[in-house]
């Protein structure tokens, strides 16, 4: 299990910018725990409240819908939150300490990915009223197929990321408090567990706003009285403008380089994307009553996210100015090994003289771990209740398919907590472990459910071909990328000093010989210089691979002509990208595409058959079967 060093600094003995003065011992006062537990009390009694009012999560469609009505606000914050964690508050600052601010340019890509992922995914999945996305490939195909892949994709991607960020939040607690990963890792799963078993769809969603408020707060608090430690917001940009941190406009073409504004953007939109077109997603857009406040929340929500990233990103500036004024850096100076606890660090030395701070950076640091959490346990519930147990007994009733749903989540929490532990193993910072690793069955899943919606020649085959050789290539590259750890990918920049460090000035010199004399790696050659190429363009390329892949074999398998195929379940891109561009450009950019205009006359049919009652008369149950399966509020 990787080594995380006990950061009490009366044991490390870290200067506090004056040659032989030493930091105080940083305890967790009562103050500190108190803040700690009314955090994880308020998620459980909000759990509570939801499992003891309204209908009680009894039915299916509350428990993981919320009978489709929900406000907008809450829904809007929970989709916000759903992919920041402790992979937001640890891995960004990291990778901005190390690598510079260039680094939370990956909110840029989220905030494309939802802006573009609105246009295609709300159309199709609102209308269809369906509780998992995996239902989609379902009614695309006519067959399970394709949905069983997906599924498997979905779950292995949530089961990565809800064990990574379990031991990224262990992994600061053990650094501030001393508590062994394992014991963190166990209440972390147990609270999220238990008000998401419990409390259902609302409660995720409500514990959200609730953990966003104090997840947002403990950030802003780090980031001015950092500030304030190091002289001023001028200070730490001109610090941080001397370290190279600052330096983000690289245009750079290589592919092997970590960060430029080409993968960041590029590369991030296709890493993000996955996100918007998931399970956690489709649950809050489903959760929406009309097509037009689900737009409205992800056409919001993207900004903001955008903001998030880069006010997390701010937290590696400022921690940088700050071990450059005491003169110590903390990794240079191996008094930590994992870049993940530079902000943990940070906090324990910024507010020692202030009772329940580090508290609050505890507690903030848990509730965005538990908003992932439990968005993670609601999304994989929800698809193993209907893309496994429901294929197999189609006529549960409401009762026993709520009691499995609640049963899901108890033996989901237990397995992510164990993979939480595998991934204390496992190297790296969390923003890195999370694009290579926890990305792997992401990419090739966004490529399936983009080339199902736009190609309407694509077939199960097609699918199912170009989801596994895209699975193939990632894994095959992401290994090679970890075990030979490209030198052109892992250059950073250069640390804070360390000359204050320790006491004795033997130490000093041994270590800045260490750092000065230690060889630089061999440069990969020939054919392994494809592992050199940047993570941050894995996801792009392998959904592009699951196009390239399914056309060729769909076109081998026999592709359906577009008339035949169902325009509920397709998108035009043009008329989704382009929709202010004059008709007949459209259709000629379309390559004479139908599905525009059938989609149209769907809607039309749609709105007649939508009408419960027509002169005192109920619509009749055929028709309402009819279009069960796809109707767009208005």
């Not at 419990?198 to 409500?206: E, L, R, S, T």
Request: net charge positive.
């Amino acid at each position: 299990m990787l080594k995380c060093f006990d950061l009490k600094l009366s044991e490390k003995k870290l200067s506090n910018g004056r040659k032989g003065e030493m930091l105080k011992e940083t305890t967790f006062g009562v103050a500190d725990y108190v803040v700690c537990v009314l955090a994880l009390c308020l998620s459980l009694g909000i759990g509570l409240y939801y499992a003891c009012t309204g209908g009680r999560q009894v039915t299916t469609a509350e428990y993981h819908l919320g009978n489709r009505n929900l406000n907008f606000l809450p829904v809007m914050f929970s989709l916000m939150v759903t992919s920041q964690s402790s992979i937001l508050i640890l891995g960004v600052p990291a990778e901005t300490y190390l690598y510079g601010f260039l680094a939370t340019f990956t909110g840029v890509g989220f905030w494309f990915a939802y802006w573009l992922c609105a246009r295609i995914i709300i159309p199709v999945v609102h209308p269809l009223r369906i509780t998992s996305v995996n239902e989609y490939f379902k009614l695309r195909y006519k067959n399970n197929s394709v949905r069983i892949l997906t599924t498997i994709l979905s779950s292995l991607f949530w089961f990565m990321c809800l064990g990574l960020v379990t031991y990224g939040v262990s992994t600061a607690t053990e650094s501030v408090l001393g508590v062994p990963v394992w014991l963190c890792i166990v209440i972390v799963s147990v609270c999220s567990m238990i008000y998401t078993a419990v409390g259902g769809i609302k409660a995720v969603i409500w514990t959200d706003v609730i953990q966003y408020s104090l997840m947002l707060t403990s950030v802003l608090a780090i980031l001015i009285k950092g500030s304030l430690k190091v002289g001023g917001g001028s200070e730490v940009i001109r610090i941080n403008l001397e370290g190279k941190r600052l330096d983000i406009w690289n245009y750079n073409l290589d592919p092997t380089l970590r960060f430029t504004i080409w993968n960041m953007v590029i590369g991030n939109t296709a890493k993000g994307a996955f996100f918007p077109l998931s399970q956690s997603s489709v649950q809050r857009i489903g959760c929406m009553p009309t097509m037009q406040a689900a737009y409205k929340m992800f056409y919001i929500v993207a900004p903001l996210m955008g903001l998030t990233v880069f006010l997390a990103g701010s937290m590696g500036l400022v921690s940088y100015a700050y071990f450059v004024k005491v003169r110590c850096d903390p990794l240079a100076s191996e008094f930590i090994k994992n870049p993940n606890q530079i902000i943990p660090i940070l906090v324990t030395e910024i507010f020692q003289e202030m009772p329940g701070m580090a508290g609050l950076f505890i507690a903030g640091l848990l509730c965005a771990s538990l908003s992932t959490l439990s968005s993670g346990y609601a999304a994989i519930s929800s698809m193993t209740l209907q893309d496994i147990i429901k294929i197999q007994w189609p006529n549960l009733s409401e009762k026993k398919s709520t009691i499995a749903s609640k049963l899901t989540v108890l033996v989901i929490s237990f397995l992510s907590a164990s993979i939480a532990l595998l991934f204390a193993n496992i190297k790296g910072s969390l923003l890195k472990l999370a694009s290579m690793i926890m990305t792997i069955p992401a990419g090739p899943y966004t490529g399936i459910i983009l080339y199902s919606i736009f190609c309407t020649s694509a077939t199960s085959a097609g699918a199912i071909v170009g989801g596994i050789v895209s699975l193939v290539f990632y894994l095959w590259i992401a290994i090679g990328n970890i075990v030979l750890s490209p030198p052109s990918v892992e250059k950073k920049l250069a640390p804070a000093p360390i000359d204050m460090c320790f006491e004795n000035s033997t130490l000093v010199s041994y270590n800045t010989t260490t750092a000065a004399s230690t060889s630089s790696p061999t440069p990969l050659e020939g054919f392994n210089q494809i592992y050199g190429m940047s993570f941050q363009w894995f996801d792009f390329i392998a959904i592009i691979i699951v196009f390239v892949v399914g056309l060729i074999t769909s076109k081998i398998v026999g592709a359906p002509r577009e008339e035949d195929v169902d325009a509920r379940y397709v998108l035009c891109f043009t008329e989704q990208f382009f929709p202010y561009l004059p008709k007949k450009v459209k259709y000629v950019l379309s390559c004479r595409s139908t599905i525009p205009k059938r989609r149209k006359q769907i809607k039309v049919e749609d709105r007649r058959y939508n009408v419960e009652m027509v002169g005192g008369t109920t619509v009749l149950e055929e028709e309402k079967g009819y279009n069960k399966n796809f109707r767009e509020d208005n």
